[in-house]
């Protein structure tokens, strides 16, 4: 132990010598473990705010949607084959024992004027179900009834983002809103839910009944006022396998689809389209950290090269050194330390720089970061296995230096 | 036997260049007594450098013995030789080798740093050292605010430290003026007398040379003389000389 403590004194001496050499070696690995944590912190941050998602999303979700293909998750309204209908829907909530709620969705935008202020935002046409599917909560006021379904009632609920946009903090149950030149009335105010997964605002949304909105609003593009862009379903607590199962089945049934036919729909479990998410984000975490560690690892070759010209440079001295006792082993160890205090120090630095940029990218593009204590430690141990590895080969050549040779060198 | 410092038995030195051989030792017998204050002369290619190296135990001979204080060094591996080199010799170089950017002090620490033994206490026995060679008072000082004559003075008190049996010393002088020289020499002479540490000098200069109470010639890897200094000259009487002589100075 004390011959440690010995070759660090050492050590520590001969790299007060030249500030500006130490300082310039240690360059790489700051850059390089900086990148690696502020990098690993977004990755972090974007799997956590999914799981986050995931977590407040309402599991057993089912989004069944026409057409056989769909990427991603939620698509718009925008559908190639309208092949869904409001009667499927009915028919699923009926004939499927694994399904807890159903309600049929159909979505535009839609231009909304409030005196003077105007928004543009999404308009959701469905029934009342849908919000305890989707987990939404009335803030102030009430939802809209089936019976304002089944009376295609101008009724509207309105999302805080809306809200905040038209009204400029006043109270807005009860006020007449229009849409597309139709007065909706507002009875209630959704509560604020934040950004989804993909990075929408989720709380940039008017939901009214379906009838109404095919009447008044989404209108148009449709030949048949009975079509749904999509159907959204909550299974029972455990049965969503089941669930998909038996939609599947009841549709194709009522499609009269052949069984050498595909499904002219798509089934699929909302969780699943998050978990794909999560493990896309890990992914993309992982390519990040990798990318950061390359330039880890030309830090430490940085620190092999800068130490392999300061032991050329200091030929005479480890000739000297060696001349007044200085075993092989002694000069070993000095050039380690020196090359794992300069990798040690740098990585702290560079742990301090990685924090300060994760704070920065999190403010400044909004983006989630998470700096974890694993990382940090992680950070730590790699430079110090950067700067034994890189440092290893100059410390080598340094201690098995002739010392005549050593002495003689000009 | 016990008074020799230095027994060197037929010893030989080859190097291998390509496919020739070089002898530049050969056949090199003689002993050293503890206590003697020694020069030794030849001219580039006498082997005179390569006999030092081997004094010093930095190279080992490819034949023959050399006892050190009556340890054998050809026997001895990489290690072992640094640690006789720590214990028991304190080199003196012509461009005097102190570490840049370093104090005075801790140059003179160095050695210790690599000592087995006893760890305490550096900085007591690194200002002893200094002050027994009259720098005491410049301590902090890094070589580059140090003239070449402190600096050298600096080396010898590293030398010092550790209380070696042999001061060896490569042209001490080689990059010093006249007077700075001499206040070497007399430095040599004290501790040599004073205090009965055998030195070794190798020089090229016959005038420093006689400062020395024995001078041994090198020619072609054999020793060509070895002779007694009838009258080595005095040092200290010198520098009283060269300061009545300063404050002699004739009126223009």
């Known amino acids: 132990m004390n011959k440690v403590l010995q070759s660090m004194r050492i050590a520590f001496r001969a790299l007060r010598v030249n500030k500006l050499r130490s300082a310039l070696t240690m360059l790489g690995i700051i850059i390089g473990v900086g990148a690696v944590i502020a ?60 399904v807890l709620y159903t309600a049929p969705l159909q979505q535009g935008n839609a231009q909304v004027i409030f005196g003077n202020n105007n928004w543009f935002t999404q308009v959701r046409g469905t029934t009342p179900d849908y919000l305890a599917i989707r987990d939404m909560e009335i803030q102030t006021g009430q939802p809209f009834t089936q019976g304002d379904v089944d009376s295609s009632a101008k009724v509207a609920l309105l999302g805080k983002t809306v809200v905040d946009n038209l009204f400029n903090g006043g109270d807005p149950i009860g006020q007449i809103i229009r849409i597309k030149k139709v007065p909706f009335t507002v009875v209630g105010v959704l509560a604020p839910k934040g950004q989804s997964p993909t990075g929408q605002d989720q709380d940039d949304v008017i939901i009214m009944p379906i009838s109404t909105a095919k009447k008044k609003v989404v209108g148009g593009r449709q030949n048949n006022m009975l079509t749904v862009g999509q159907i959204l379903v909550q299974a029972r607590e455990g049965g969503t396998k089941f669930a998909v199962t038996e939609i599947q089945g009841l549709l194709r049934q009522r499609h009269r689809l052949q069984p050498n036919q595909d499904d002219d729909f798509d089934v699929r479990n909302l969780e699943e389209v998050y978990a794909a998410q999560e493990s896309s984000a890990e992914v993309m975490s992982i390519l990040l950290a990798s990318i950061a560690s390359v330039s880890l690892i030309v830090g430490g070759i940085g620190i092999m090269n800068i130490m392999l010209v300061s032991v050329t440079e200091r030929t005479k001295e480890i000739g000297l050194r060696q001349a007044v006792g200085a075993k092989t082993k002694d000069i070993l160890a000095q050039f380690l330390v020196e090359a794992v205090t300069l990798s040690v120090l740098g990585g702290t630095i560079g742990i301090i720089l990685g924090v300060a940029a994760s704070l920065l990218i999190s403010y400044f593009a909004q983006w989630a970061t998470f700096v974890s204590i694993g990382s940090i430690v992680l950070a730590f141990l790699f430079s110090g296995l950067v700067g034994v590895f890189f440092g290893f080969y100059p410390a080598r050549k340094a201690a098995f230096l002739d010392p005549i040779e050593a002495l003689r060198y000009e | ?54 004094l010093g ?106 209380n070696p049996r042999l001061i060896l010393a490569d042209e001490p002088t080689g990059a010093l003026d006249s007077k700075t020289s001499v206040e070497i020499m007399a430095i040599f002479q004290r501790l040599n007398r004073e205090q009965g540490i055998s030195i070794v000098v190798v020089t090229h200069e016959p005038d420093i040379a006689h400062y020395a109470d024995r001078i041994i010639t090198f020619k072609d890897g054999k020793v060509l003389t070895d002779e007694l200094v009838a009258e080595p000259r005095n040092a200290k009487r010198e520098l009283e000389q060269w300061v009545t002589e300063d404050e002699e100075e004739p009126a223009a």
């Open chain 1, 39 to 98: 990098m690993v912190a977004v990755g972090s941050g974007a799997t956590a705010r999914i799981q986050e998602q995931i977590a407040s999303i309402g599991s057993n979700v089912i989004i069944i949607q026409p057409g056989s293909q769909n990427f991603g998750g939620v698509k718009s309204g925008n559908t190639f084959t309208q092949t869904l209908t409001e009667d499927d829907a009915r028919a699923v909530s009926t004939e499927c024992p694994n």
């Open chain 2, 1 to 54: 036997m016990a008074n020799e410092l230095i027994r060197i038995d037929n010893l030989r030195k080859d190097y291998h260049v390509g496919d020739f051989t070089v002898h530049a030792l050969r056949h090199v017998s003689l002993t050293i007594d503890r206590g003697t204050y020694v020069a030794i002369m030849g001219p580039s290619g006498s082997g005179k450098s390569t006999f030092m190296n081997i």
């Open chain 2, 57 to 162: 135990c930095l190279d080992k001979p490819s034949a023959g013995t050399y006892h050190l204080d009556e340890v054998s060094i050809g026997e001895l591996d990489r290690d072992e030789l640094a640690d006789i080199r720590n214990r028991k010799i304190g080199f003196v170089f012509q461009q005097f080798n102190l570490l840049a950017r370093t104090t005075a002090l801790e140059n003179v620490e160095l050695p210790l740093l690599y000592a087995d033994g006893d760890k305490s206490k550096f900085k007591e026995r690194a200002m002893a050292a200094l002050t027994a060679v009259g720098l005491d008072n410049r301590a902090d000082h890094h070589p580059s605010q140090l003239s070449g004559g402190q600096q050298q003075r600096v080396a010898i008190a590293r030398s010092l430290i550790n």
